[in-house]
């Protein structure tokens, strides 16, 4: 057993010292990655706002389109349902254009009144002068005198003069509102387009900030090498002095596990690969906002595994501080379409 240990002691010392004999910055992929200059924004926010009025004919119209933040895509539509098909419309438009978020559209129309022509209502107007007549004889028979009536008194009675006005058609109101709304869409995603923009150059200066980092971790990791197998050494010869009794295999095992307990390598090469995955994402068309999400905690367990790893006081500080960047950053993703 003695000769297992001596063999596992060489064995376990050298590829320790070559694991964490890092190549260095300047030849990772995630610091070169640093140089890249970002392509046209295609982020989205999920947040923004837009209104527009309008009118046609008798009517008048205020729109609203707003939106906020949401898991999947939600739309609410608030518009007079006695225009046919006016919300399914709408919705539908609303639609085509939004992936993600809690989107409100609210439509007011209201309709001006009209002078429109007044009309005398003959059948009520005949009504009456029969009335009056009657009227009259009833008191000539009782000896009663009564002052002539005018035409100014019976046409406010009720019912003899008419107000008309014209009807006016829907359909033509339905397409003026139908054509506004597509007008206040394209502000609409212009405005989530340009609040995109401004998270895309916050998310490319973070991703900035934790290659740098992820670099110091490196370096650290390099610089600690001798002191790492050294560590090592003294904790197999606390193996080897414990090993009475136990296998081959199970020796073999717990120096393997002290192994990796002391390296970062890993860790390191998956941090600089999430930096290269997240700034092709955030260059890429379309809504990313949940894969942008998804990259945000792999980010978080990589910085976890990390910390716990780390051994020592400048990598731990550096760990927190990814973890600390990696939390802002997730902020800011939860804003992404």
């Not at 209502?121 to 009227?135: D, F, H, R």
């Not at 731990?316 to 802002?328: E, H, S």
Request: proline share 3%.
């Amino acid at each position: 057993m003695l000769s297992l240990a001596k063999i596992a002691y060489a064995g376990l010392c050298r590829p320790v010292a070559c694991h964490f004999g890092l190549p260095t910055a300047p030849h990772w992929p995630y610091c070169s990655d640093m140089t890249k200059t970002a392509q046209s924004p295609a982020l989205h926010s999920m947040t923004a706002f837009a209104a527009s009025g309008g009118e046609s004919g008798v009517y008048r119209w205020n729109c609203e389109l707003r939106s906020v933040n949401g898991k999947g895509l939600d739309i609410r539509v608030r518009a007079p349902d006695w225009v046919d098909g006016l919300e399914v419309a709408l919705r539908a438009q609303v639609a085509a254009e939004v992936a993600r978020g809690n989107v409100t559209l609210n439509v007011r129309v209201t309709r001006e009144d009209t002078a429109g022509t007044v009309q005398v209502n003959a059948g009520q107007l005949s009504a009456v002068l029969e009335a009056l007549t009657e009227i009259e004889a009833q008191a000539m028979d009782l000896g009663l005198s009564l002052a002539p009536s005018k035409a100014t008194d019976i046409a406010v009675m009720r019912g003899v003069l008419e107000q008309s006005s014209a009807d006016q058609e829907i359909s033509p109101l339905k397409t003026a509102l139908e054509s506004d709304v597509a007008a206040l869409l394209k502000d609409f995603v212009q405005m989530r387009a340009g609040e995109g923009a401004a998270l895309a150059k916050v998310l490319h200066s973070q991703l900035d900030q934790v290659a740098v980092l992820t670099a110091d971790a490196a370096r650290i990791a390099e610089a600690r090498k001798d002191e790492v197998a050294a560590g090592l050494r003294r904790n197999l010869a606390r193996v080897v002095e414990n090993a009475d009794g136990l296998d081959d295999g199970r020796i073999a095992q717990e120096l393997a596990l002290l192994a990796v307990k002391s390296d970062i390598t890993e860790e390191i090469d998956r941090l600089g690969a999430h930096v290269s995955a997240a700034r092709d994402l955030i260059n890429e068309a379309g809504p990313v906002g949940r894969k942008l999400d998804f990259l945000t905690q792999e980010f978080n367990r990589e910085v976890n595994t990390l910390c716990s790893k780390a051994q020592n006081t400048d990598l731990t500080r550096v760990g927190l501080a990814l973890k600390a960047l990696i939390d802002q950053m997730r902020e800011q993703v939860q804003n992404v379409e």
